[in-house]
Nanobody, 121 residues
Framework: QVQLVESGGGLVQAGGSLRLSCAAS????????MGWYRQAPGKQRELVAI???????NDADPVKGRFTISRDNAKNTVYLQMNSLNPEDTAVYYC???????????????WGQGTQVTVSP
């Protein structure tokens, strides 16, 4: 019922920047929290940043001051601006969107397909 399309990954040198986008679509009542996660080779998937429908944000410690999450509710899109990238940021980045089918329904979650971010030294 909900589809996510991620874009913006790629290869960048250390110190560079990238902007990820995740556009959500579907005939649902409301999109709630939207977030970005990442998974590096051999590691568990971890939270990067999350933003509520009201715009409150929570960033993981490793990215504080470097990454900024934002959303455009009119476009149902969440963004991740990544600055001062370093090789430790290399991972597959996934967006996750929480949503409700109707006002009284429970919250469901959908994951994006993932986009590779590679930071070279």
């Amino acid at each position: 019922q909900v589809q996510l399309v991620e874009s913006g990954g790629g290869l960048v040198q250390a110190g560079g920047s990238l902007r990820l986008s995740c556009a959500a679509s579907g005939s649902i009542f409301r999109f709630n929290d939207m977030g970005w996660y990442r998974q590096a080779p051999g590691k568990q998937r971890e939270l990067v940043a999350i933003i509520t429908s009201g715009g409150s944000t929570n960033d993981a410690d490793p990215v504080k001051g470097r990454f900024t999450i934002s959303r455009d509710n009119a476009k149902n899109t969440v963004y991740l601006q990544m600055n001062s990238l370093n090789p430790e940021d290399t991972a597959v980045y996934y967006c996750k969107v929480d949503w409700q089918r109707s006002p009284l329904s429970t919250t469901s979650a959908t994951w994006g397909q993932g986009t590779q971010v590679t930071v070279s030294p």
